[in-house]
């Protein structure tokens, strides 16, 4: 039978860990950042198409009609909102503006809110 050595590193399950607000906040900016990349190149296939005559313009219309490609482009949405916000947040903590943790948790809140209320206004313009 396996015996754990006591000098190996242990692994953390990170499911149970209980991050607080500006942990949350900076995940979700790295999750946001991996989101935009790969959000990318559909955004760039689609802005090609669109580009290569009235036809094309009409079928990237209608595709992005679909309810799928509205949540899409609702998730980009949401990910350029927080991204933007937390990356604000994270070069204005580089200049030591908000580097107290009453001000940190602030930051933390405003980034979150700001992410979730451009998402909500953009849900609302999409799916209505």
């Known amino acids: 039978m396996y015996k754990a050595r006591p000098d190996r590193p242990v692994t953390l399950p990170l499911l149970s860990l209980r991050l607080p607000l500006a942990g949350w906040v900076s995940f979700l900016h790295r999750v946001s950042g991996v989101l935009l990349f790969l959000c990318l190149p559909l955004a760039l296939l689609a802005l090609d198409r669109a580009l290569s005559g009235p036809e094309a313009f009409d079928a990237v219309r209608d595709t992005l009609a679909q309810p799928t490609a509205r949540l ?14 937390a990356g604000i947040r994270h070069l ?11 001000t940190a948790r602030r930051s933390a809140l405003a980034v979150a809110l700001g992410g979730g209320l451009v998402a909500l206004v953009t849900a609302w313009r999409l799916f209505a």
């Open 72 to 85: 899409l482009a609702l998730a980009a949405v949401w990910a350029l909102a927080h991204h933007l916000f």
């Open 92 to 102: 204005l903590m580089d200049l030591h503006f908000g580097v107290s943790l009453a």
